[in-house]
């Protein structure tokens, strides 16, 4: 038996406070009046396609970063070589195809080709969810440079036309306020409802990016996040699983879930999206605790 000297006392401590740190920056249950199901776990999720429509999906380009799983849905095939930076897994559905692209760059947590059913099933349960939710407020579109202001819980803010965004807009609200854009526009597909090209979105008051969804039930027109340059970043989940989605040099904390019913998903050509509430606080911590605990090993073998 050994004894815990003082110096040896020490080390435990250290890391038993990073390990207890790491656990309170761990991402909690959503924080949104609807459950995502199983596309809580991912950045990007294509909800895929039917035998008869296949959905594409492509996340490419070496400047492209995902911090956070990526998920290929049922039916659905990859165009493109894998060559983003993905630091997850990869799952692809067991009925999807990965269509001899090359993998250049591995995903940090390996590919996986599992089960996406139910993952798609929840993607569009809770838009569905979302859409029925009753509004607060209702607007025909957002302007430039708009501010939406909170009410202290839940905020449903209709917008019954098209959106496009080039300077910015502004949220503001408490950290228990809730945020559903909630997207009514019948524009049929080969138009975007939501445009955010160029612009940054600013959080006022304590709401975070975890605590606001833009919902696009049903089939219809897509969106399209373009052209932003670092300091410039849009927050949110982004749920429109029968619609394309596409992200050209766009930042995005939040997740990207959509391509479904034939439908693409498009990310790439230096696209950055993190999957939040965790931005990789935790991971870093956790490595910190696992050195820390190596330390602990080494010193306990020669007492």
Request: glycine fraction near 16%; hydrophobic fraction near 40%.
């Amino acid at each position: 038996m050994f004894k815990l000297t003082q110096k040896l006392i020490k080390p435990l401590v250290g890391v038993g406070s990073c390990a207890a740190l790491c656990w309170a920056l761990t991402p909690s249950a959503e924080a949104l009046p609807v459950s995502l199901g199983a596309v809580e776990d991912y950045a990007i999720f294509g909800v895929g396609g039917t035998v008869s429509m296949v959905s594409d999906f492509e996340v490419y380009q070496s400047g492209t970063v995902v911090n956070g799983n990526v998920g290929m849905g049922p039916y659905s095939v990859l165009t493109h070589n894998l060559d983003a930076h993905i630091n997850g897994r990869f799952d692809y559905d067991n009925t999807s195809s990965l269509n001899g692209q090359s993998i250049v760059f591995q995903p940090t947590g390996g590919i996986h080709q599992i089960d996406l059913s139910g993952a798609a099933a929840d993607a569009r349960n809770a838009a569905a969810a979302a859409a029925a939710l009753v509004p607060t407020q209702t607007f025909a579109t957002l302007t430039e440079d708009q501010v939406i202001v909170g009410n202290g819980g839940l905020n449903v803010i209709r917008i019954t036309g098209d959106v496009t965004l080039k300077k910015g807009l502004t949220i503001q609200g408490s950290a228990s306020d809730m945020f559903v854009f909630q997207f009514t526009s019948g524009t049929g597909d080969g138009h975007d409802v939501l445009t955010l090209s160029g612009m940054s979105m600013t959080l006022v008051g304590g709401v975070t990016g975890q605590n606001i969804l833009w919902n696009f039930n049903g089939l219809g027109g897509g969106i399209d996040i373009q052209s932003m340059a670092q300091g410039q970043t849009v927050y949110g989940t982004f749920l429109a699983p029968d619609r394309d989605i596409l992200s050209d040099h766009g930042i995005v904390q939040g997740r990207l879930v959509g391509g479904g019913s034939g439908n693409e998903v498009s990310v790439h050509s230096g696209s950055e999206i993190t999957l939040i509430p965790d931005g990789g606080s935790t991971v870093a911590l956790l490595g910190l605790a696992m050195l820390g605990l190596g330390a602990v090993r080494r010193k306990l073998q020669l007492s």
